[in-house]
């Protein structure tokens, strides 16, 4: 059978990030993508202009249906915006005991620096969300705000995973995209078992939003088609790299990568 991912997330109108990313990624690798939609925000390349939020009940409604029927081999949440919002998350995973892995992908800033998460949420995200977590995928800044202090360089960055794992979650994938300059991306996977770095060509182009949500999704995919935390991760990371390498170019700001790479290049 398919593999069967349930994505809990805001949608992006643009198109690159948020559900709308998550439900290429998902299909791209193979999988089948349901969705909780959390949120609908107005945005494009150049910014996000507009979030109207989804009733947490509602929420909760759209989970519990996909849940009953169709069923998940996997879940994965992005923007939960508010901490009504991830406590109403928290309740379901919580009440069905689902057998399923969890990639958390803590979304607090969007590409363009608008906020996505309202910060008094973040302790509720730190407290009730990232201990269900079989993954937590964080940004540099993210993790500096889930840790309450900054994480200077790729150095400090085995540390900061660590202290993360310390938060409950069965494993951390910290990102290093956002360190400024270097020809080489760094990311940090931490586990019981140890700390692993994983290195590849930084590819420079503004073309990267939605880069966060793409990488989780794609993580959450493997784990739900059977493959092991650090296989899923090494798929993740070359799906991301190529979609990135290929991105096409659209918008005037922060534009799309290249989702459908799999399925066939952009003309």
């Not at 925000?41 to 009940?57: K, S």
């Given at each position: ?30 999988g ?58 928290c ?5 069905r005991e689902?057998?399923a ?49 900054e ?6 960055m ?47 182009t ?10 989780a999704?794609?993580v ?8 092991d935390l ?26 799309p990568?290249n989702h ?8």
């Open positions: 059978m398919i593999a069967r991912v349930l994505i809990v997330a805001g949608s992006d109108s643009g198109g690159g990030a948020g559900i709308q990313a998550d439900i290429k990624t998902v299909t791209a690798l193979g089948f993508a349901a969705t909780a939609v959390t949120a609908l925000t107005a945005q494009n390349t150049r910014g996000v202009f507009g979030v109207v939020g989804v009733a947490p009940e509602f929420i909760q409604q759209q989970m519990r249906v996909v849940l009953d029927d169709i069923g998940a081999d996997a879940i994965k949440t992005g923007m939960l915006h508010s901490a009504a919002v991830i406590d109403a998350v309740e379901v995973l919580e009440a689902t057998k892995p969890l990639v958390v992908d803590p979304v607090m800033v969007a590409q363009s620096g608008d906020s996505l998460l309202e910060s008094d949420a973040v302790a509720t995200l730190a407290r009730r969300l990232v201990p269900l977590a079989a993954v937590l995928t964080p940004n540099l800044p993210e993790a500096a705000r889930l840790l309450g202090r994480i200077g360089g790729v150095a400090e085995p540390d900061a995973a660590r202290a993360l794992l310390d938060l409950g979650p069965g494993a951390v994938l910290l990102k290093g995209g956002h360190l400024d300059g270097g020809a080489t991306v760094t990311d940090v996977l931490a586990t019981a078992a140890g700390v692993e770095r994983f290195e590849s060509e930084r590819i420079e503004r073309h990267n939003h939605g880069t966060g949500c793409t990488l999704s794609a959450a995919t493997g784990l739900a088609q059977g493959l650090r296989a899923a991760v090494v798929r993740a990371r070359a799906y991301l790299l190529e979609a990135l390498r290929s991105a096409p170019g659209l918008g005037h700001g922060h534009g990568v459908g790479h799999t399925v066939r290049p952009f003309p």
